[in-house]
């Protein structure tokens, strides 16, 4: 059984920083491009950053572009979105998503070619 779970959300102000982890479970880590994703209340999910399956890519949302950075660890199966400078419009549920189909360089950034998710981790920003 798939599992991935989120850890890392919280509460911080504006500015600040925030390291998510996504743990993986019940799958081959380094055969998974992987992804985050994130929805605001009243807000479609959307894109934030993905990972390749080889680690040599990664891709990001514009508004994130020079504030986040995600890493991978496939010895731990574990994801990570470092994120700093946050702000207010930060402030919403942090999915980390895993896909199969994607290999070697190819970064995912549609919701729809992602096999598996996780439940989620807030985070929330004050200004």
């Known amino acids: 059984q798939v599992q991935l779970v989120e850890s890392g959300g919280g509460m911080v102000q504006a500015g600040g920083s925030l390291r998510l982890s996504c743990a993986a479970s019940?799958?081959?880590?380094?055969?998974?491009?992987m992804g985050w994703f994130r929805q605001a209340p009243g807000k479609e999910r959307e894109f934030v950053g993905a990972i390749s399956q080889s680690a040599t890519n990664t891709y990001y949302a514009d508004f994130v572009k020079g504030r986040f950075t995600i890493s991978r660890a496939n010895a731990l199966n574990t994801v990570y979105l470092q994120m700093n400078s946050l702000k207010s419009e930060d402030t919403a549920v942090y999915y980390c998503a895993a896909d199969s189909v994607a290999v070697g360089w190819i970064v995912p950034i549609i919701p729809d070619e992602y096999n598996y998710w996780g439940q989620g981790t807030q985070v929330t920003v004050s200004s």
């Open positions: 019940g799958l081959t880590f380094s055969n998974y491009a």
